[in-house]
């Protein structure tokens, strides 16, 4: 084996003499101060001590096992009330006992939902380095008050919810849930707010030969403890990153973030590190969640296509599939100096390619794959339903009154929303309602969950919101509608909650009915059993009866551009980004997606049969494009859903493109190919589109 440049850590006094398969110090060069500053504990390694939190539950046992297979070095976990051993490690009872005998570095939460936050809790109580937390449909505002909590203290650094984890490797360390033979030591780092469109980035980057340094999934919820700019601090500091790749999504500003921490970068490094980048959401219909829950763009935010921009402005090459990010990052690191061949080499030697494991497919996978119920929405009231909900909160405020016109232009805008790069609650105005100027004038005026505003962050508000010379009636009815306003967001746990007003010739509020946007978090009744009363809002007769019915399978299907017939392109995917990515992908290609389909980590041959079903009921439908990529579905188990589906279901003669990567994919692309039925299968996205853009054409 050839000599391996050695790793250099934070500090002389850590510095490791060993090859690349060393470990990743939790040492800093200064001491912690706070939240921000625990970005270092994201550097795991060989050395890294990972116990579990729910260690004995039947999913941790399969990732602990697989983990452990892999190098992971499990040192014990936890199980409350349970004592001795399990996986012929130590089990502990509590968190505390585990953190004096075992001395982690890093836990992995495998704790269910509704029990999730408060884990979370325990183990910054129990100041554990690195807390990993998987689990999905983990309530926004238990996310909000572990927040909260992180903000407290300098010791604990989160990763996620909803994430799959980190997993360095280099030093094998996996903690979280990513398909490990995508996966091969190297040089790039990696860090996603999409699963599968992670899984797809590793994977080229893998064949390309440059391997991963650090892989960082951020998660698709709301709020997320770790972003791309604390994943960026990482890089930059690590020796072993050579290149960076960012994969983002519409929703939030976590990408703007990372664009001006990149900007600075470039000015403050003579040689910066090449960063290449992928959105997912280009082509997202307005005010729709695109899977993922923390996939839609809040009143005020940057689209997609603008966040795009942004990062292309501050030198960041964008790419529209992440196919691409293996070819791109050799280019890059020759254009920057420095030598892709070498790195190819170095990376070589550490022998582990690409599904050159002899394992059979990672049993964890498939449990998720059998139990997870991937689909994310929230709860939207309609207007009319607002009045009777906010009742309760508006009767005390004298004076105010509601009405059902529209807002003027010449009105205002108040909500309490989230704040998701503060990570906190906030208050959000604006002294317009013009759509034309309104983008620019909203401002966010964030503030601590567990205490609510205050009186000088309510004054910032409405002096924003020009509203410091109303009438001495309006603007306290303003300070007491934000109160109320902020009083329910907590009480009934909303993500939103806005409207427009006016004020009358009386000098007093006027709330514009027809303006009133109630968004509530529906993890809360689905994981904790809470706020049943706004469930029983909801009306299903008023939405798409195909989407409603393809909730109750597990799968988000959103229907695009419903009255346009150049929309005739079917598309069937699993994972929220990647999805998200093939409808971009198309438009590109000159075709257009007639729908968003994402059969998540509940994809069975049963769902992929129930896709089939409601995609063929849109006549509009000329072609169908299976896009998988299998990292938490199997290519295999995929291949069946689709001959099941052409032996159960009318096709209607529409013919069908299949393209399988990833976990299993070579016997999935046998099983397509023996069909007989006369799939069409590709390996490369490029291929696939192109011939699927071109049918669409032909039966236009």
């Given at each position: ?26 040492s800093?060069?200064r001491a ?8 270092q504990?994201?550097r ?11 260690f004995t ?12 297979e892999?190098?992971?070095n ?8 349970k ?21 982690p570095?890093?836990?992995?939460v ?15 109580e129990a100041?554990?380095?690195l ?12 996310i909000?008050r ?7 203290q ?10 799959p ?7 094998n ?9 995508t ?10 707010k999409?699963?599968?469109l992670?899984y797809?980035?590793?994977?080229s980057v ?11 999934g951020?998660?698709?919820d ?16 690590d ?13 939030g ?6 664009a001006?921490w990149i900007k600075?970068y ?6 910066p ?13 307005s ?10 763009t809040?009143r ?13 402005d ?27 061949s ?32 991937q ?9 009319d ?13 004298e004076?105010?009154s ?35 100027q ?19 962050t309510?004054s ?8 410091d ?12 509608l ?22 009358t ?24 059993n ?11 007769a ?5 989407e ?10 959103i ?18 980004g990647?999805?998200m ?6 438009r ?25 079903e409601?995609?063929l ?7 169908i494009?299976?896009n ?18 052409f032996?159960?279901?009318d096709?209607?003669?529409v ?12 016997v ?21 589109a192109?011939r ?9």
């Amino acid at each position: 084996m050839a000599t391996v440049r050695r790793s250099q850590a934070f500090s002389a006094a850590t510095r490791i003499t060993a090859t690349r398969t060393t470990s990743r110090p939790f040492s800093s060069f200064r001491a912690l101060q706070s939240y921000e500053d625990t970005v270092q504990n994201l550097r795991i390694g060989k050395h890294t001590r990972v116990i579990y939190q729910g260690f004995t539950g039947r999913v941790a046992t399969g990732n602990a096992k697989d983990s452990l297979e892999y190098g992971t070095n499990i040192v014990g976990g936890v199980t409350p009330g349970k004592e001795g051993e399990h996986l012929g490690l130590p089990l502990l009872p509590d968190l505390k006992k585990a953190k004096e005998q075992l001395k982690p570095d890093a836990t992995a939460v495998f704790v269910a939902a509704p029990h999730c936050g408060k884990a979370i809790e325990d183990a910054i109580e129990a100041e554990i380095p690195l807390i990993v937390a998987v689990a999905e449909h983990i309530p926004l505002h238990d996310i909000l008050r572990v927040s909260s909590i992180l903000k407290t203290q300098s010791k604990s650094r989160l990763v996620g919810a909803n994430a799959p984890g980190i997993i360095a490797p280099i030093g094998n360390c996996r903690i979280g849930f990513q398909p490990l033979p995508t996966f091969a030591p190297g040089h790039v780092g990696i860090a996603a707010k999409s699963g599968t469109l992670s899984y797809e980035a590793v994977a080229s980057v893998t064949r390309a030969g440059l391997g991963q340094s650090l892989c960082i999934g951020m998660g698709g919820d709301i709020v997320a403890g770790t972003n791309l700019v604390d994943s960026l601090k990482v890089f930059e500091a690590d020796p072993e990153t050579e290149g960076i790749i960012l994969i983002g999504e519409l929703g939030g500003r976590a990408e703007i973030d990372a664009a001006e921490w990149i900007k600075d970068y470039k000015k403050r490094v003579k040689n910066p590190k090449p960063i290449a980048a992928i959105l997912g959401g280009i082509h997202a219909p307005s005010g729709r969640i695109m899977g993922h829950a923390g996939a839609w763009t809040s009143r005020g935010e940057k689209g997609a296509t603008d966040k795009l921009k942004i990062l292309e402005d501050v030198g960041v090459t964008m790419v529209d599939h992440p196919e691409k990010f293996g070819p791109v990052m050799k280019s890059l690191l020759s254009q920057s100096g420095r030598d892709p061949s070498k790195i190819i080499q170095d990376a070589a030697n550490q022998k582990r390619g690409y599904h050159t494991s002899s394992r059979r497919p990672l049993a964890e996978t498939q449990r998720r794959a059998r139990e997870a119920a991937q689909q994310k929405r929230t709860l939207v009231l309609k207007p009319d339903q607002g009045p009777d909900v906010l009742a309760p909160y508006l009767s005390p405020i004298e004076g105010l009154s509601i009405t059902q016109d529209p807002a003027p232009k010449t009105g205002f805008y108040l909500s309490v929303t989230v704040d998701r790069t503060a990570r906190e609650p906030a208050l959000a105005t604006a002294p317009t309602t013009d759509p034309t100027q309104f983008l620019h004038r909203l401002h966010r005026f964030p503030y601590p969950y567990t205490t609510g505003p205050s009186q000088s962050t309510l004054s910032a508000a409405i002096s924003h919101a020009q509203l410091d010379a109303a009438p001495p009636a309006a603007h306290a009815q303003t300070t007491a509608l934000l109160l109320a306003l902020s009083k329910m967001y907590t009480d009934k746990e909303a993500i939103t909650l806005g409207a427009s007003f006016s004020i009358t010739p009386a000098g007093n509020l006027l709330l514009h009915a027809p303006t009133l946007h109630l968004q509530f978090d529906d993890s809360a009744p689905k994981s904790a059993n809470r706020q049943q009363d706004l469930v029983a809002l909801r009306r299903p007769a008023t939405e798409d009866p195909s989407e409603v019915e393809a909730e109750r399978d597990g799968i988000v299907l959103i229907r695009l551009d419903p009255s346009s017939p150049a929309a005739n392109i079917g598309t069937l995917v699993n994972g929220a980004g990647l999805a998200m990515n093939t409808v971009d992908a198309l438009r590109l290609h000159g075709g257009r997606a007639a729908n968003f389909l994402d059969t998540g980590g509940k994809a069975t041959s049963a769902t992929v049969k129930k896709s089939f079903e409601l995609i063929l009921r849109d006549e509009r439908v000329k072609v169908i494009f299976v896009n998988i990529f299998g990292g938490l579905t199997d290519g295999g188990m995929i291949a069946e859903g689709v001959l099941l589906a052409f032996k159960e279901v009318d096709m209607r003669g529409v013919p069908v493109v299949v393209r399988i990567r990833g976990t299993n994919e070579e016997v999935g692309q046998r099983i397509i190919a023996e069909s007989g039925l006369g799939l069409e299968a590709f390996d490369g996205f490029e291929e696939a589109a192109e011939r699927v853009v071109e049918i669409a054409r032909e039966r236009a």
